[in-house]
């Protein structure tokens, strides 16, 4: 169905729903906790309920289609009815529903998913990737890569070796070890993180931190000069590893500046520290090439992935780690006896055969190709606003993007309250039929990456109508 613009509620209920007691939103109100969510404000304006997909659509309980142009959260690649997905579960779920893989078990779907991801990323690195572990979420994969990078320092007899470096405005997850490698003040609030011995630099966002005069080169320059004199003043022997997205997701979509990565690898030889890149959001296509690393030319020793790795249909994360960090952890399990570390539902047997097929199909329908297309006419529909007064800047790189919201282009300042503006036009592009993101007040857009060139034009022209009713609705 084209695309279809609905002004017609403030918040996300209706009247019906806000006057049937026992309707979904009702008792969602009642009865669920929501993530990233203010529960206090949820009671008034409830939730929007999702009850279907079809493509890059999701449809409400009352059949009002959204285009989701956030894949969900970053992650439905293949968007919502991909129904070889669908079979491919429904034979394993037949075949073997679950099973683990402690104590020296294992199933084909585990052992084929570690192969092809140790395959495909091992091009990356030099010497190659040695081992992959299953996880449930990116979260959970962030905390293992800290433990195996913990395990190895006291296998090599380094224990003062442990502390961690970050960045702000990182996403790495909520657990309380991966909340504090993310370096976002909301995560952090209230739940007396970050934990000590994580340490966050600062992030790499030019436009918003570039100093006046400075050119990006000279702004990555900085950063890595800031990076080696934080090791130098905390003691090189002290730290064990660096973390970083290739590109910032949750963040607000920062790309890093030219030779940017460059030069922060270089700072990390010099000190014998290991580089975890988080694929959480890039792996698998998202930014033009298959793996963030590809794009930014990044080598890293530990990559962590998750969502598109399944099209999010299954939870599954998973870290692959070269033969630099898995050699000592290998040997350490041999002194100990066991590898105490594992989860039960690690390596699914349903969620790596959804992960198998998920990866067959960005292959076979070379829809990586497809990111390169249909990003571009997004990022140039985009970039072609930038002249709209409350555009301040337009960034992106394949098919992810982000509009930082202002309402003085000079100052680039939004409104007094930080997020508000950002939040007035994510509502108006949610009434106009299209699902994105504010984080802070930039509007991030990460469609599936099955998206058509049509619908790239139907979330832009929503976009151009979203900015026109705030700025008339601001007065400006
Ligand atoms: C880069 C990155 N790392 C880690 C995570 C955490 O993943 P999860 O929500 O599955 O725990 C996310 C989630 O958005 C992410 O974007």
């Known amino acids: 169905m084209a695309f279809a613009p609905h002004f017609k509620h403030e918040g996300c209920m209706t009247q019906t729903t806000l006057t049937a007691p026992n309707s979904a939103e009702a008792r969602d109100i009642r009865f669920h906790l929501h993530g990233y969510t203010n529960a206090r404000l949820h009671e008034t304006i409830g939730p929007l309920v999702i009850e279907r997909g079809d493509g890059v659509y999701v449809i409400d309980g009352e059949g009002r ?68 572990f299953f996880c449930n979420s990116g979260s959970e994969a962030n905390d293992t890569a800290i433990k195996l ?33 993310t370096g976002l003040p909301n995560n952090h609030r209230s739940f007396d993180l ?15 931190e570039g100093l006046p005069g400075e050119t990006e080169e000279q702004f990555a320059t900085r950063r890595a000069e800031e990076l080696d004199a934080l090791i130098q003043a905390e003691g090189p022997d002290t730290i064990a590893a660096f973390w970083g997205e290739p590109l910032m997701g949750a963040g607000g979509v920062i ?17 014998d520290i290991l580089l975890v890149a988080d694929e959480v959001i890039c792996g ?3 930014t033009g090439n298959m793996f963030g690393c590809e794009t930014f030319g990044i080598q890293p020793d530990i990559m962590v992935v998750s969502k598109q790795l399944s099209s999010s249909y299954m939870p599954i994360a998973a870290l692959v780690a070269n033969e630099r960090v898995m050699g000592p952890v290998l040997d350490e399990t041999g002194r100990i006896g066991t590898f105490g570390h594992g989860f039960t539902a690690g390596g699914h047997p349903v969620a790596t055969a959804v992960a198998l097929e998920t990866l067959r199909i960005i292959e076979a329908d070379d829809l990586v ?17 930038a002249d709209h007064p409350l555009v301040g800047e337009v960034r992106g790189v394949g098919m992810i993007a982000a509009v930082e919201m202002v309402t003085d282009k000079a100052t680039k300042r939004a409104l007094d309250t930080p997020g508000a503006l950002g939040t007035l036009v994510n509502k108006a592009l949610q009434d106009g039929g299209i699902i994105c993101r504010a984080a802070g007040d930039a509007i991030a857009f990460c469609p599936p ?28």
């Open 449 to 476: 990456m099955i998206v058509t060139g049509e619908q790239i034009d139907a979330i832009l022209a929503a976009f151009a109508v979203a900015l026109d009713r705030v700025a008339a609705d601001l007065g400006l």
């Open 255 to 271: 790309v890093p500046p030219a030779t940017y990565w460059e030069k922060i690898q270089a700072v990390l030889a010099k000190y």
């Open 194 to 208: 970050p934990m000590a011995g994580v340490l966050h630099v600062g992030s790499p966002h030019f436009w918003r």
């Open 65 to 132: 289609r959204y285009i989701e142009a956030m894949a969900g959260l970053w992650s439905a690649g293949l968007g919502f009815s991909e129904q070889r997905l669908v079979a491919a579960a429904t034979e394993q779920m037949n075949k073997l529903p679950f099973y683990h893989t402690f104590t020296h078990k294992s199933h084909n779907p585990a052992i084929d998913l570690a192969e092809k991801l140790v395959t495909m990323m091992s091009p990356l690195t030099p010497g190659g990737m040695s081992k992959a």
């Open 284 to 286: 698998f296509g998202r």
């Open 369 to 385: 190709a497809n990111v390169r297309v249909q990003g571009a006419r997004l990022r140039a529909g985009l970039a072609a606003l």
């Open 149 to 181: 990078v913990w395990y190895r320092s006291n296998a090599l007899g380094k224990p003062e070796k442990k502390k961690l470096i970050s960045r702000q405005r990182a996403y790495h997850g909520i657990t309380l070890a991966s909340a504090s490698l």
